[in-house]
DNA sequence: GAACCCTACGTGCCTCTCGG
DNA sequence: CCGAGAGGCACGTAGGGTTC
């Protein structure tokens, strides 16, 4: 057994739990029941700790960079040989392939970066103290625009992903990955017809709206003030503006307009807060223009991009809004 | 072989942390 | 308090596998 990755795993351990480890090489007979690929391919180790007994599976560097459904495949059968719940222990291996270890649901410790044992409750990671960003209980900025393309009555079914990849201009391999959230959020399910594969939402548009609502989040990043001389506009109503043109609501002083964050950073026409603009933009964090072809913004991002306002008058418009909505 | 999707990996931006 | 650096997130590209 490779005696630096052994201390490493030691010291590691001895750091997260406050007390040296219990951990002692696995017993002959019991490797012995192993499948000689596995056994040459790892160095067991068994392990005590407080919250249960597990074994550890050390990896070779050279092994290390194998795909996670590979490392997952092995520890299956591991885990069935030797009767108990089985982590790998990794070399340095770069974030995103964490990522995907813990996505797969595979444990593992990483020694001084991460540690990944769901059986056993316990997940560190080096920075575990961050406050969990946008984490697992909000959808991405391009899931909720391909969700909300859904729910505006937009055709999904029988439409491939690279054609909807297309349509709300995004690459396939986001379209990809949007998909694979809508299904990890049980909103819907990706149906394989021969080559091409669909998403198919099961629920009624109003009822996945329910069950949506607490996963989306406003699509405003950030809202600026800027000078706006052109004749045309910058770009859709949005805000209180588009709420005043939908409802009986007074009109903002200011107009609010709407544009994708990524368009704005590349012609900065923003200025300074003490100077005075002539409108707001709201900066989206996806183009609200593939949801909405008209004046206005459409009318569910309306809704989320004001719901966490405190204005009364603002919340029964949006209460209207959602009543007169075509489902 | 063409069309399509997925895996592996790269990149840029943003946020958080930490040392001066 | 601020700037640099680290790390995570969201997205892109390349290339390979699968289905027709």
Partial sequence: MPMRSLEALTSYLEQVLGHAPDLSPISKDRLAALPLYLRSRYDFLDARLDQGKIVFALVSESDAADSPSVHAGNLEVLERVLNKPVALVLPGIPSYQRNRLVHQRVPFVVPGSQLFLPMLMMDLRESFQRAPRSSGDTLSASTQALLIFYLLGNPVRDVTLNELADRLGYSAMTLSNASRQLEEFELAKSERQGRSVSVVFPRSRRRTWQKALKLMSSPVKRVVRANWQSSSNPGQKAGTSALAEMTMLDASSYAIWAVPAAEWRADSREIPESDRGNIWLELWKYNPRRLSDGELVDPLS??????????????????????EFQW
């Fill in 302 to 323: 309306l809704y989320l991009s004001l719901r966490g306002t405190g204005d009364e008058r603002i919340h029964i418009a949006l209460e209207q809004i959602l009543e």
